[in-house]
């Protein structure tokens, strides 16, 4: 399937929100099987985007408003957040190195309780946090949840611009948000961006939402959040958890519960899947979407993982493949709250993200 | 308190079962707080306190029986059995590092699924070790099995010993077992060979089980696999979960639940505690035991992290404590089956289990 790009110029720029608060989140390390590797999301990956987009001369960089954390705590409970804002001072408090990101190395696993009532949790943060982050890669440091405050700032400033009007705005969210979920903590995610942003459209009034989610990784975050939830969909295209993370969910067989039967939608892919090959993934995807008739901006959780280069995915998307995902979504003819989720091919971030939101942004306008 | 030892020599020498296949399983490394450390559960722990204890001329080396797979699916689950014989195959035919251990990044926590139906787990069984392992701290290695399997027939050997007569019989498990619950494994610990042999005690008849744990460290899969059993007492003495591993469970406000209420008990301890405060909670974890009144030979989960100088711990024993511990369990009057957990000063591993199973085979026989 080739399809010819058509991209306008946008008749004015796209709301670009972004804030420099996520350099304060530099998590250095994670560990993978047991090794410690730099981690892969880096500060650089951001300014690689934003760079990137403001070069064009295409978009207006506007910052964030500060939203409180009521939006937060409307989808995370509140213990997640004290956990965010707080581990990282429990910690020094406790002498821990100042210099060596918090990592969690012990579990409240599923089957740690087995039919055991639990009473308490350790009283400092740090001690607790395998209680909440379910991997070894979502260090926390003295930023941490600065970062993460601004990012949830972010999502909700770009759909405060999209409901003001604009039909696309995107938010240069960073860390990540779509692996957190009510209680939990992963794949570099501390508070659910998307979850939050289509929380406050229902909240705002939205009847039925959609978030589409072409992270390369199962957001399964935003699917717990809104599992059995019949005014939110979520429809996810990513890697196959049956060999990669997050590895517990994704499976094409999960499709919601109760009022949320059938409001979630998986479409694992193959690896080494190709354009091609997601392109018709995205038409069943958009299908879902269509079907659904969304009476809200559609949010989507955006990362560029699926890119061939990109060092912890396994697809074989080209840069060009992003200008042809854009386009199909354009097709749904609705305005857009575009989220950055992953992506860690830093040196091809800028021009994925170019070549996704020029195509979205140019047919959205067209 | 100042306990005056009595040791007569027993009479004949205690069965000290142990076999070489622990030597298959070298973990090698684990993972603290995201920091990679030389695994403190180390092959020389095991043939230190061997060495020790033959050196001694007290006790009758002996080889475990092979007692099938079938006590210890009494007790865990099959697939968790599954797992552990062949995590390292499937992640040798997926063309890992053959010189690097197993150890999860990824863990289906408590609050992974929330109201999700979770259908399917990844098909390799190397990449859902977290759906099953609770820490970075529980290598699988190519002889992980092995010796998990070996631990059991000693554990299972060592009970045979007792039943058949003899007052007092200690089984040098390794790996250790305390940690592993029904689909659950951490803590170096894959098979709980205590928990086995005390299900294999009820399987024989007995009515009244009472496991005694004593390592310092809580056995959260004991607790956890009697919870609700009236027939098996567990009692721990252990350091304060609220900032030491496993941190989840063993608080004192943890007492089980339905028939099991009251039948589980936990003392934990403050950092620091030396032998006359770990005597004291000892007396009346002891109490519970005589108020139990068991009709089976004790188990002892056997530990010597409660040593001052090990490297884990925070209490504060000396070499000496063990003989009062083990002259004030052997005040209990009945038959005991030891059976080897934690200690991780392996200097001092030798002369510790001496001193304790010494004052335990010597009061026995008096």
């Given at each position: 399937m080739v399809a010819i790009l058509v991209q306008p110029m946008p008749t004015e720029p796209t709301p670009l929100i972004a804030s420099d608060d996520h350099l304060a989140h530099d998590g250095l390390i994670e560990v993978v099987a047991g090794r410690e590797v730099p981690c892969y999301e880096s500060p650089q990956r951001a300014t690689a985007i934003r760079d990137a987009l403001l070069g064009t001369g295409d978009y207006a960089l506007d910052a964030p408003r500060d939203h409180g954390p009521d939006p937060i705590t409307a989808v995370h409970e509140l213990e997640l957040l004290d956990l965010i804002e707080h581990a990282w001072t429990d910690a020094m408090a406790a002498g821990r190195d100042p210099d060596r990101p918090l990592l969690p190395d012990t579990f409240l696993l599923h089957g740690y309780a087995g039919s055991m009532a639990l009473t308490q949790l350790p009283a400092r943060r740090h001690d607790r946090l395998g209680a909440y982050c379910f991997d070894t890669g979502t260090p926390i440091v003295a930023g941490t949840a600065t970062a993460a405050r601004a990012a949830v700032d972010i999502a909700l400033t770009a759909a405060d611009r999209v409901l003001a009007g604009a039909p696309l705005a995107y938010g240069l969210c960073r860390p990540p948000g779509h692996h957190a979920g009510r209680t939990l903590i992963g794949g570099y995610c501390y508070f659910n961006n998307a979850a939050i942003v289509a929380q406050s459209l229902v909240d705002r009034g939205a009847q039925r939402v959609a978030i589409l989610d072409v992270d390369f990784h199962h957001g399964n975050g935003t699917q717990q959040l809104f599992w059995e939830r019949g005014d939110v969909l979520y429809v996810s295209l990513h890697g196959d958890p049956a060999g990669i993370y997050p590895y517990y969910s994704g499976f094409a067989t999960e499709r919601g519960a109760g009022p949320g039967e059938g409001v979630t939608r998986n479409l694992p892919l193959a690896p080494g899947t190709d354009g091609d090959g997601y392109l018709a993934a995205l038409a069943e995807g958009l299908d879902a979407v269509r079907a659904f008739d969304?009476?809200?901006?559609?949010?989507?959780?955006?990362?560029?993982?699926?890119?061939?280069?990109?060092?912890?995915?396994?697809?074989?998307?080209?840069?060009?493949?992003?200008?042809?995902?854009?386009?199909?979504?354009?097709?749904?003819?609705?305005?857009?709250?575009?989220?950055?989720?992953?992506?860690?091919?830093?040196?091809?971030?800028?021009a994925n993200a170019v070549a996704f939101l020029g195509a979205l942004a140019g047919s959205s306008s067209s």
């Open positions: 969304p009476d809200a901006p559609l949010v989507i959780s955006l990362g560029f993982d699926t890119y061939h280069a990109d060092p912890i995915g396994n697809l074989a998307l080209q840069t060009d493949d992003y200008g042809r995902m854009g386009s199909a979504i354009a097709g749904l003819g609705t305005s857009v709250i575009a989220l950055q989720e992953g992506g860690y091919a830093v040196e091809a971030l800028g």
